[in-house]
C-alpha cells in the first residue's frame, strides 16, 4: 500500500477530484485546506496571506492510501489536472503504508482501506 500526498492549487480541486472519482477501488480522498510557502517564500505571488508578518499561500492537500496496482493511475491523474506549468503548481508525494486498521470492524491491511 502506499499513501499519495498532494499539494495543489485551489483552483485546480475540482478538476482533479472529478478525474479521481473515476478510478475504479479508489477508496477515497482526504481533502484539507492548507497554507504555507516554498522556496520563494511566497514572495512572488499575488494570493498570499499574511499572517504575524510572514506570508503564506492557500493550497489544498489531497491524502489517499491505496493499494499499488493503482498508485500509479492515481499520480498521473493528479498530475495531468493540478498541472498549469506555472510557478506554484505543488508536489506530489508517495511513501509507503506499512498498515491500516479500520477502527469499525478491526480490518487490516488492505481490506481495511
Known amino acids: 500500500m502506499k499513501e499519495i500526498k498532494a499539494i495543489i492549487r485551489p ?3 475540482l478538476d482533479v477530484v472529478a478525474e479521481l472519482q473515476k478510478i475504479e477501488n479508489l477508496p477515497g480522498v482526504i481533502i484539507s485546506d492548507i497554507k504555507g510557502f516554498g522556496k520563494t517564500n511566497a514572495k512572488d505571488t499575488e494570493s498570499k496571506i499574511n499572517l504575524d508578518g510572514i506570508d503564506y ?3 489544498v ?5 491505496v493499494n499499488n496496482d493503482i498508485v500509479e493511475n492515481v499520480v498521473n491523474t493528479i498530475q495531468l489536472n493540478a498541472h498549469t ?6 508536489k506530489i508525494f508517495v511513501t509507503s503504508v506499512e498498515d491500516v486498521i479500520k477502527i469499525r470492524t478491526n480490518e487490516r491491511g488492505i481490506e481495511a482501506v
Not at 85 to 90: A, E, F, Q, S
Open 11 to 13: 483552483n485546480k480541486l
Open 61 to 65: 492537500k489531497l491524502e489517499v492510501v
Open 85 to 90: 506549468g506555472l510557478k506554484g503548481d505543488g
Open 57 to 59: 499561500v492557500h493550497k
